[in-house]
């Protein structure tokens, strides 16, 4: 299990509760439970995911490992000064994989109370998948091994002859960690480049046979280790989608980078992009100055719109809200629909919000899943309508509600921190 943090409610004992029961009947099967989460945003409190897990850790050190992963680049003075929650700022383990033998559910959202009860977000399942269960569940114990490992006392340590994330050197870290993560990579890469050699024929007449109708890519990206995989396939996507196909794209906090916004704007297809509105924004209503986080989306948002109206790319470009009275949203992916086809083909679906912090600062996967399955493209088509149903167009008139109104200082700040959140 790979996430962002784990929450402490009764829901997410519920969790405990269940991965204990399966501990325990297991008995001496074999059974081993791995879970990765980020080290500032699990430690985060006198009550975090370290502490609910601890019981679970002292019962079973041998079959449960427990990672936290520490950015390299929180650090120093940085890492002296920086307060807790606004810590996480500089850099986060962000993957949403959750892994069942040969099963895998990929999504966006995290192990917390508020995503199994009111917050939107995307899940999709692969069963009996063993490459692709294979290939995460190497890539999760590669993260591990380069992250803290959590002990039964409550402290942490690395494991032998590691280099510390924030104590040790960081390029030599960055080096250790790109090494080991691009080592599942290849030997992923060199395993389906053999066995498609071997199976080459048989795999082309079952191609044409429609025997063979989807195909799934896992993206990675994790900049700080010089692992772009995910960027370079969503740049290609981006450029590549042609006239009149159609790109639905959606994220939680809309805050494109200047590479994505540039495609979106020079590139041809027709973009349908949700976000959030400012109440379904996971930081509305926060205490401080995280309060002030939905108003600087909506003042990016406005700059966004803005440049498409300056363009006259109103009719290509189209922005929506998210609203769902007492919930929040935070669905990511993209859709892309061929031109002239009902059905979407391709979907995007994982942690990236295809943010600054996404592409920069976070590690982050998921995958493509291309298919021309039709009851699948039903299905896919059916997961995005029924996310768009719950929005509203944006236009000019939207920016001049008052709620919509952002304070000039908020408006001066944004420059300055949009690419920490």
């Known amino acids: 299990m790979a996430s962002l943090y784990l929450g402490t409610g009764p829901l997410e004992q519920e969790l405990v509760d269940s991965i204990q029961a399966v501990l325990e009947e297991s008995n001496s099967s074999g059974l081993q439970v791995s879970i990765l989460l980020d080290y500032t945003r699990g430690s985060r409190g006198k009550i975090n995911s370290r502490t609910i897990l601890l019981p679970l850790l002292k019962k079973f050190p041998r079959q449960l490992r427990v990672s936290l992963y520490h950015t390299p680049d929180l650090r120093g003075l940085l890492k002296l000064l920086v307060p807790e929650r606004f810590n996480e700022t500089i850099g986060l383990q962000h993957i949403k994989v959750y892994l069942f033998d040969d099963s895998l559910i990929i999504s966006g959202a995290n192990l917390s109370d508020s995503y199994f009860t009111n917050r939107q977000d995307r899940y999709i399942m692969l069963r009996d998948c063993k490459e692709i269960a294979d290939f995460f ?13 959590l002990q039964p006392d409550d402290t942490v340590c690395i494991q032998e002859g590691a280099v510390h994330p924030f104590r040790g050197n960081r390029k030599e870290f960055c080096q250790a960690a790109n090494r080991r993560i691009m080592e599942v990579v290849n030997t992923a890469r060199a395993l389906k480049s053999n066995k498609t050699a071997v199976e080459n024929k048989s795999l ?3 191609v044409e046979n429609d025997q063979l109708d989807t195909w799934v890519f896992p993206l990675i990206q994790m900049k700080p280790f010089g692992i772009r995989l995910d960027e370079r396939v969503t740049k290609r996507l981006l450029v590549e989608a042609a006239d009149d196909s159609r790109v639905y794209l959606t994220s939680g906090y809309f805050n494109l980078t200047h590479a994505y916004l540039d495609l979106v704007l020079g590139t041809r297809a027709d973009y349908h992009i949700l976000m959030a509105s400012p109440e379904v924004n996971g930081f509305f209503g ?3 100055v995280a309060g002030a986080i939905p108003a600087a989306y909506v003042h990016i948002a406005k700059q966004f719109y803005d440049r498409v109206c300056q363009q006259g790319q109103q009719n290509r470009i189209q922005l929506l809200e998210y609203f769902r009275s007492n919930w929040t949203f935070h669905a990511k992916g993209l859709w892309y629909y061929l031109k002239e086809t009902d059905r979407p083909c391709l979907t995007l679906i994982g942690s990236p919000n295809f943010g600054y912090r996404s592409v920069h600062r976070d590690l982050e996967a998921q995958v493509a899943i291309v298919t021309a399955n039709q009851s699948l493209q039903a299905k896919l088509q059916q997961e995005q309508e029924l996310l768009y149903e719950r929005a509203t167009a944006v236009s000019a008139s939207t920016f001049e509600r008052p709620n919509r109104y952002v304070k000039l200082w908020v408006k001066l700040v944004t420059p300055l921190i949009k690419n920490f959140f």
């Open 137 to 149: 569940a190497e890539l999760i114990e590669a993260i591990g091994d380069v992250s803290m490992q």
């Open 286 to 288: 926060a205490k401080g």
């Open 204 to 206: 082309r007449e079952s």
